[in-house]
């Protein structure tokens, strides 16, 4: 099979294989969960109706009845009437709270409240955390090409300098990421939910592509939110490519310090070349660098005798 | 200044100008959020003594006192009376919130109350998150050999082959890590904080490396917690640590993955060599590959001569 169908089909498998894996996080989360929040929900309504009928409130119940209501919403079960009624371990909201495992945002709006919860959180990120990492780099290293090597080589062509012409580039994928992956995403948030202005989306956009994930604004926490499961799946979608997005940048940074120099100068690891037999192409034609023996490994990817040793790794 | 002594004095310099960063932003994000939190604080604690001068308590006004109640504790201000002397926003406190923003990790306990606070932390990450990888791979690269390249070398001295050798090193290494950096800790924080069981401590270690910080639990946030402001900063050096262990173990893994010709399976990257000078030393004789032209370069870090242009890299 060529290799370029080979690297696409691997892909498409990482990313389906990424989607059974949200699902089924999804079911485990919610058949948890469930159980122990209508609980908690039942529990919290009960407190609410009793000290609903109590003749005299004294400050001591009062602060009881708040010590336990501040309790129930740290996982997310609010007292209030008008959110009594949505769970936050539904289908769509648990596969939302998986995803924010394994991209490591953990906004922890909810929380587990179970010890199954818990035990099953830290197997699931402890396999999914570092697969979602394989997948976002799978899909990073095949947008390299058009989005990176293409445009660089565009720019050489156009009489730019090496050194200038990743500087220019690197300016105009930060300028097009910011447009695309922040402030649009951030108006669009500011229209869907009511209480938030423009200043709380790009912060709430920001602190989620940094993996950060405050958890002071989760999208689709309203109540009453209308198509809400849809809502969350496209906040996934934009999660997933907002990260995809920031480590693409990220690694094109590491790229221009390297032909900058300042990887060496800091003594520390260059941005690792790609191994895409595609990439390896030369993209212009003036650069008088002959290929190193690492480029013909690449091109026999199962021939163990290709394999560098732990060494000669450590070496180049 | 050979180069040994540079790349330590270097690494000196980033840990000094990290700490110098933390205690910056502590100052300004305490500033910033300290009268907004006093005021909310306030409003709170007025509005918590009319509900309790009221002479009956109806279902609405109730639910009005929660729904206020609930928002004042979303960013981090209790209604109840034993947390009401406490600030979010001291210095310490704010030394924590400006090192959960920059490691990414986020609890989201407490949060920024005022659009100030909240546009200077994107500011503040915008610049500290990508200083924060540069210092934490900057202490990985020089933890390697001791850590990595020097018992790898060891176990192959004594008869293992290379690729066994990286497995039983990696093993090895993940197990030191696990009860180093997750079992011990956790045990500690399971005696210091009264309500968390072994596994919620564990639950909250390991959800803290993996920079998920959901922030059901954190430290040091219970209501008269003694040596406060000691406890979170070595909070603080406890997640520095961890998650340049987590770090090296990512990237140990990587370089296991190498040998193992995994990463060429998966046409990925792979794991970028170490440029230490240290580093290019061969650990056993018994390696066939010959240096490089990259490792040339690599022994002279500032002439621009050596730097490989951006489509040698590409290709490299």
Not at 48 to 75: D, G, P, W, Y
């Amino acid at each position: 099979m060529p290799s370029a169908s080979k690297s696409w089909l691997l892909l498409c498998g990482f990313v389906l294989f990424y989607i059974i894996y949200l699902l089924f996080g999804a079911l485990v989360f919610s058949s948890i969960e469930r159980p122990a929040e209508d609980e908690l929900r039942r529990d919290t309504q009960r407190l609410k109706e009793a000290f609903l009928n109590q003749s005299c409130v004294s400050a001591a119940t009062l602060e009881l009845f708040l010590s336990r209501v501040l309790a129930a919403n740290k996982h997310g079960v609010s007292v209030l009437r008008n959110s009594s009624g949505r769970s936050n371990w539904d289908l769509a909201s648990s596969m939302f709270f998986a995803n924010t495992l394994v991209t490591t945002v953990g906004y922890g709006h909810p929380t587990p409240l179970s010890d199954a919860g818990k035990a099953f959180s830290i197997v699931y990120a402890l396999l999914g955390v570092p697969f979602t990492m394989l997948v976002l780099t799978a899909c990073v290293q095949r947008i390299m090409q058009p989005l990176v090597l293409a445009p660089v080589g565009l720019l050489q062509r156009s009489g730019l300098k090496p050194r200038p012409a990743t500087v220019v580039h690197f300016l105009l994928l930060l300028a097009a990421v910011v447009l695309c992956c922040l402030l649009a995403p951030a108006a669009v948030f500011s229209a869907l939910e009511a209480s938030w202005t423009f200043l709380d989306s790009v912060y709430f956009c920001f602190i989620s592509l940094c993996t950060i994930g405050l958890g002071d604004f989760v999208p689709a926490a309203r109540p009453g939110q209308p198509y809400r499961a849809l809502y969350q799946v496209a906040v996934m979608v934009y999660l997933f490519i907002g990260l995809m997005m920031m480590y693409l940048l990220l690694r094109t940074f590491h790229k221009m310090a390297d032909v900058h120099g300042l990887t060496t100068f800091f003594q520390l690891p260059r941005c690792e070349a790609s191994l895409l037999a595609d990439d390896t192409e030369p993209i212009v034609g003036n650069d008088p660098t002959p290929p190193r023996p690492k480029d013909k490994a690449a091109t026999k990817p199962l021939d163990p005798g290709s394999q560098p040793s732990y060494n000669s790794i450590n070496k180049g």
